[in-house]
């Protein structure tokens, strides 16, 4: 069965450095992949989108990397802030668009200042 | 003005009630979600409709139902609640190109609604 695997052990540093979150998934062909960010009690905020034919995306301290040989996604967070703290979800679609998108179950990142 | 809004925020039932959330969007947006979330278990996607008259099924669809009554207002219904339907619910619009159109899908989410059932 298609199964997407999020670290769901919160991901603990500091201040300062690189924070890199792991998306794995399998029995799955995705063309994109999202990745999204969840404060408590919200509802998630739409951050990036890579598709299957690119290797890196970047977007100010965010970059995403997407290998589909190793079907997985990196979410790599630099030079982190504690108001980077929150919960991560990655989430998979499919080109066609008849299906809709599939999420991971979130890793929490905390960021000690 | 929120462009996905939710009611009520926040609600307690009893076992057996009968209750609706409702969504509404001003996105403008075809494709409207209800998912559910609880701790450690992620998103779940209960329904979808791609537009008012193509409604489809989630992964967790039982003892759900849904209705789309227009391209903004797609409403969650609960027949009987029963404990185990107490959750997190959020509605999530958005509008899918693919790769022709640019390819995007972003989700735009509702402020959720948190359901507890005694």
């Not at chain 2, 209705?67 to 404990?83: C, D, G, N, V, W």
């Amino acid at each position: 069965s298609q199964k997407i695997e999020q670290n769901s052990e919160a991901l603990n540093i500091q201040e300062g450095k690189t924070a890199t979150l792991t998306c794995n998934y399998t029995n799955y062909s995705p063309a994109y992949l999202q990745w999204y960010r969840q404060d408590p009690g919200r509802g998630p905020v739409f951050l990036l989108l890579i598709r299957e034919n690119e290797k890196e995306k970047r977007k100010e301290r965010l970059k995403v990397t997407f290998d589909t040989t190793l079907k997985q996604s990196l979410f790599h967070i630099t030079a982190s802030q504690p108001a980077d703290s929150a919960t991560y979800l990655c989430a998979l679609g499919v080109d066609t668009g008849r299906r809709a998108l599939t999420f991971g179950s979130g890793t929490r990142l905390q960021v000690q200042p | 003005d929120a462009d996905v809004t939710q009611t009520p925020r926040n609600r307690i039932t009893k076992t057996g009630k009968r209750i609706m959330l409702e969504c509404s969007q001003t996105k403008g947006h075809d494709r409207m979600y209800w998912y559910r979330q609880d701790p450690g278990l992620g998103l779940r996607l209960i329904y979808y409709s791609f537009d008012v008259k193509d409604i489809n099924k989630g992964e967790i669809s039982d003892g759900y139902s849904v209705s789309r009554q227009a391209q903004a207002k797609f409403s969650l219904s609960l027949e009987s609640a029963i404990p185990n339907q107490t959750a997190l619910y959020f509605c999530a619009t958005s509008d899918f190109a693919g790769v022709a159109g640019g390819l995007r899908d972003e989700q735009f989410f509702g402020p959720g609604t948190r359901l507890t059932v005694l």
